[in-house]
């Protein structure tokens, strides 16, 4: 009798399907990470952290069918000057894209970045690889093994506009994973902006080194595309005095897996993450997972996520903050809330905190619960009409997490945004 054919992993099963990049200087790193997803996996529901989130569609070979749809989103920073870079698909698109020269940057394609001694050799893959450990991150693994394109952005000052990545979406089939990589030399300060629908299923993975003094600020706006599946990760290292800033919108699109791994390794550096998540129907699930280390004296942290959710509905939160035994001096906050509009909808939080050092202030807080039934009547018996007072509520208990974005324009753009997502879906 014939052997029975053994049966593939879904591990396997997947890079079945997946072309390794062969050659360069990112070679070594990828191999690397192919290495460690073979040994970890990629993620189960039975793992702790993907107990509130099923990763099937996001590890299974061929991506959902997801329409394509006109979105607003592509131009939601067009009223802002910046240096636009535009993905269709997950191909850049040189033609609808800016002129990359921009002074105090260097802007670079992971696919024609070909030189041998490349600056981003050192840290493609060098961060996400650290952030596998206490805690693996194997769809992290994945996109630093396999992702074909991606920038690579070297800042040595002060930039004087921000960076804009488009990404757009022609085909209902678009699978894509991409890999960016941002330097920050000491001193340095830069805006980087995210966009727009960017595939059926989308793996990315940001990595971010924040020298000595320096400074960078993150906005993005994931939706509204409605049956993307997506999982994004941001890895990021800090150095003395530098800060980091980081914002995400969510509205709409079926699951959204938001991973954030922070180290803070310079003394007196301060890190900052924030969400503000719209959702509406049951098919909506999104999920924020942030892991924050301090590994320096006098540092700041703070997660700030809202959720807002009905219809059925789902928001995870799950934020940790470590605090190694010599990070004296550190403060720590944590908020994760949610605001249910209707019995349906249901958040998930899990908070933790894990200290050695004996001189910090650190805390956590989550709550859910629904609008606030005074505040409604006040502003009804004041002639607001029903659906007015309740996005006005809305947006008041999203403020928080707005307010994490530091230029007062881009802060405008968002807070516009989420009152336009309020008003289509006025109940």
């Given at each position: 009798m014939a052997e029975a054919a053994t049966q593939q992993t879904p591990t396997e099963a997947l890079i079945a399907t997946l072309d390794l990049p062969q050659g360069g200087w990112s070679d070594a790193a990828r191999k690397d990470a192919l290495s460690r997803l073979q040994q970890a996996g990629l993620p189960e529901r039975r793992d702790e952290y993907w107990k509130y989130t099923r990763p099937d569609t996001l590890t299974q070979p061929q991506a959902v069918s997801a329409a394509v749809r006109a979105s607003e989103d592509v131009a939601l920073f067009d009223q802002i000057d910046r240096l636009k870079l535009v993905f269709v698909d997950g191909v850049f698109d040189a033609?609808?894209?800016?002129?990359?020269?921009?002074?105090?940057?260097?802007?670079?394609?992971?696919?024609?970045?070909?030189?041998?001694?490349?600056?981003?050799?050192?840290?493609?893959?060098?961060?996400?690889?650290?952030?596998?450990?206490?805690?693996?991150?194997?769809?992290?693994?994945?996109?630093?093994?396999?992702?074909?394109?991606?920038?690579?952005?070297?800042?040595?000052?002060?930039?004087?506009?921000?960076?804009?990545?488009v990404y757009r979406r022609t085909s209902e089939t678009a699978d894509v994973m991409l890999h960016h990589v941002v330097k920050l030399d000491a001193g340095a300060e830069f805006t980087l902006l995210e966009n727009g629908p960017v595939a059926a299923r989308f793996n990315g993975v940001l990595e971010v080194e924040v020298a000595d003094n320096a400074s960078f600020h993150h906005v993005r706006a994931q939706g509204r595309d409605h049956e993307q599946r997506?999982?994004?990760?941001?890895?990021?290292?800090l150095g003395t005095e530098s800060a980091f800033k980081s914002f995400t919108l969510t509205a709409n699109g079926v699951m959204t897996?938001?991973?954030?791994?922070?180290?803070?390794?310079?003394?007196?550096?301060?890190?900052?993450?924030?969400?503000?998540?719209?959702?509406?129907?049951?098919?909506?699930?999104?999920?924020?997972?942030?892991?924050?280390?301090?590994?320096?004296?006098?540092?700041?942290?703070?997660?700030?996520?809202?959720?807002?959710?009905?219809?059925?509905?789902?928001?995870?939160?799950?934020?940790?903050?470590?605090?190694?035994?010599?990070?004296?001096?550190?403060?720590?906050?944590?908020?994760?809330?949610?605001?249910?509009?209707?019995?349906?909808?249901?958040?998930?939080?899990?908070?933790?905190?894990?200290?050695?050092?004996?001189?910090?202030?650190?805390?956590?807080?989550?709550?859910?619960?629904?609008?606030?039934?005074?505040?409604?009547?006040?502003?009804?018996?004041?002639?607001?009409?029903?659906?007015?007072?309740?996005?006005?509520?809305?947006?008041?208990?999203l403020a928080e997490a707005v307010e994490e974005i530091e230029d007062e324009t881009l802060r405008e753009e968002i807070t516009a945004r989420l009152a336009a997502w309020l008003e289509r879906h006025a109940a």
């Open positions: 033609d609808a894209s800016d002129d990359l020269a921009l002074e105090g940057i260097t802007i670079e394609r992971l696919a024609q970045a070909d030189a041998d001694l490349h600056w981003a050799r050192d840290l493609y893959g060098t961060l996400e690889k650290n952030g596998q450990t206490p805690v693996a991150r194997p769809l992290a693994a994945l996109n630093t093994a396999f992702a074909a394109d991606g920038v690579l952005i070297h800042v040595t000052d002060k930039v004087s506009k921000p960076v804009n990545i997506a999982a994004t990760h941001i890895f990021t290292r897996r938001n991973d954030c791994v922070i180290e803070l390794t310079g003394d007196d550096a301060a890190a900052h993450v924030a969400g503000a998540c719209v959702g509406d129907g049951g098919d909506f699930h999104h999920d924020d997972t942030v892991f924050i280390t301090h590994d320096a004296v006098n540092c700041e942290s703070r997660q700030v996520f809202k959720k807002v959710l009905r219809n059925g509905a789902t928001g995870v939160f799950q934020g940790k903050i470590l605090v190694k035994a010599d990070a004296q001096k550190t403060d720590g906050y944590q908020i994760s809330q949610s605001l249910l509009l209707d019995e349906d909808s249901q958040f998930l939080a899990k908070p933790e905190l894990e200290i050695y050092a004996d001189d910090v202030a650190c805390s956590h807080g989550s709550t859910s619960g629904a609008i606030d039934e005074d505040a409604l009547f006040y502003l009804r018996s004041r002639g607001v009409p029903h659906n007015v007072a309740t996005d006005l509520l809305t947006l008041s208990f």
